[in-house]
């Protein structure tokens, strides 16, 4: 459930410039994720979706109508790969968590735990929630695809794990201040599942933004609601069991 809510994520594209000429320019990149990321730890905030467009939820197939349904949650995450969403549909708490490979969700008398390495369409990462990381290159292979004439920034992330298919992400940066802009999402057969642009963006670590508001699109554009963060809180020492496997 908080799966599809939480996927969120990056970028603008105006001119194409062949591939040759970026080699090794995702690996600057990189460089500069890490040296922006350095220091920050956890970040916990509060998450408010707005109501989607119901006939364009409805068109996205199963899971998607439980954004309707999803007023209100807390975001937590701790590095390098830890997430966690706590919220309430039709009056029941519901946990979603990630911790590294493995997901968690749980819910009145349901528990369930799953191994996902293998599965990266039902994993989650910072792109979900809007900013870069120094783990995104651990999972996938990371192309620049292109540029602007602004600086813009397109990379393709390609999930390393799991079948040899057509999903990716592509994803728009601004490579300077490492800002999120846009991201669309490729399914294994090629097909487009959904787009978001980012904003609103808060500095944590050295220099690493954030973007504390997501929108989302079906695949011609339709509205898929808008995630917000407030009151967040960045560094507070988020407990390890917090993350933990074995919770109910």
């Known amino acids: 459930m908080f799966k599809k809510t939480a996927l969120y994520a990056v970028g603008l594209l105006l001119l194409v410039v062949t591939l040759p000429a970026f080699s090794g320019q995702d690996a600057v990149i990189l460089q500069k994720v890490k040296a922006a990321e350095a220091g920050f730890r956890d970040m916990k905030a509060d998450m408010v979706i707005s109501d989607p467009d119901k006939n364009n939820v409805k068109g996205m197939g199963e899971g998607y109508g439980d954004i309707l349904k999803l007023q209100k949650a807390t975001v ?6 830890r997430i966690r969403f706590d919220g309430y549909a ?28 293998n599965e990266p369409g039902q994993r989650q990462d910072t792109l979900d929630l809007g900013f870069l990381s120094s783990r995104l290159w651990t999972d996938n292979i ?56 980012y904003g609103d963006y808060e500095n944590v670590g050295k220099s690493l933004p954030i973007a504390c508001k ?16 407030k009151n967040m809180v960045v560094n507070s020492g988020l407990s390890e069991t917090l993350f933990s496997l074995n919770q109910r």
């Open 76 to 81: 937590c995450f701790k590095t390098p790969d």
């Open 142 to 197: 990371v192309t620049v695809e292109k540029t602007e004439r602004n600086g813009t920034v397109e990379l393709k992330f390609k999930p390393k794990f799991g079948t040899r298919d057509k999903r990716c992400d592509l994803v728009w940066i601004n490579p300077k201040s490492l800002r999120l802009e846009k991201r669309e999402k490729y399914l294994g057969g090629g097909a487009m599942r959904a787009s978001y642009t």
């Open 90 to 117: 039709k009056g029941i708490k519901v946990v979603y968590l990630q911790n590294g490979y493995t997901k968690l969700i749980a819910a009145a008398m349901i528990r369930q735990k799953k191994e996902v390495k």
């Open 214 to 229: 997501l929108v989302m699109f079906d695949p011609k554009g339709g509205d898929l609601g808008t995630i917000t963060y």
